[in-house]
């Protein structure tokens, strides 16, 4: 089945600062990664997403980018804000597939 | 648009105890349905997931059960709670034609 590594587990930045997340999947057939961020005490929210048909997409201040040559995609953050402090989960499907593989998670932490 | 409660927010039940968590998803047919839990750290399992009214996967043998007894309500129960069932339960919910899941607000859960 797929697996799915997330790096780092915690990464801790002054605000201003960029802050970058990276996944690697195993199995070539996924086709759908997705990007969370769960605040304290919440439920994940999706923040953006990207298909392997696309090599990066944007969405303000949040850019995520894919490489399927080597089975990794990352989630960059710019000009960070304390109100980014959140986990932050990486996933892979493939299409069929209903359950998505999670990464671990990574604890951001933006200190004023 | 679709919206998905989940109930209660918070739970403190003693060893033994039976538990019932309850889901439902709004503007939508036919969703697929979801558990996870997070327990100490970050990590997000699932318990159980469905594709349809009566039709329940799951996915780690314990002593929890799943039930969909309408289409866009799902129920995890338990006969006798343990120490080790406390944690951070979501519920979650994608379309059958989509790839993307969508958690709830989560139910916190303590077992003493």
């Known amino acids: 089945g797929e697996n799915v590594e997330q790096h780092p587990s915690t990464l801790s930045v002054q605000e201003g600062d960029s802050a970058v997340i990276k996944c690697t999947y195993s199995?070539?057939?996924?086709?759908?990664f997705p990007w969370y961020k769960q605040e304290l005490g919440k439920g994940p929210q999706l923040i953006i997403d990207?298909?392997?048909?696309?090599g990066e997409k944007k969405d303000q201040r949040i850019a995520v980018t894919l490489n399927k040559t080597a089975k990794h995609f990352s989630l960059h953050i710019t000009e960070t804000q304390p109100e980014d402090s959140a986990v932050y989960f990486c996933?892979?499907?493939?299409?069929?597939?209903?359950?998505?593989?999670f990464g671990r998670g990574t604890s951001l932490i933006v200190h004023p | 648009s679709q919206t998905i409660h989940q109930w209660p927010a918070t739970l403190v039940q003693p060893v033994g105890s039976p538990l019932s968590l309850e889901c439902t998803v709004e503007?939508?047919?036919?969703?697929?349905l979801y558990w996870y839990r997070q327990a100490a750290g970050r990590g997000l399992q699932l318990l159980f997931y469905?594709?349809?009214?009566?039709?329940i996967s799951s996915e780690v043998p314990q002593n929890l059960s799943a039930s969909r007894p309408q289409d866009r309500q799902f129920i995890l129960s338990s006969k006798k709670l343990l120490l080790s069932d406390s944690g951070f339960y979501l519920c979650?919910?994608?379309?059958?034609?989509?790839?993307?899941?969508?958690f709830g607000e989560g139910s916190w859960l303590t077992v003493v």
């Open positions: 503007g939508t047919s036919n969703p697929n």
């Open positions: 990207i298909r392997s048909n696309v």
């Open positions: 996933a892979a499907s493939k299409g069929g597939s209903y359950i998505p593989t």
């Open positions: 199995d070539s057939a996924s086709n759908y």
């Open positions: 469905s594709v349809g009214i009566g039709q």
């Open positions: 979650a919910w994608s379309s059958t034609d989509r790839d993307t899941i969508y």
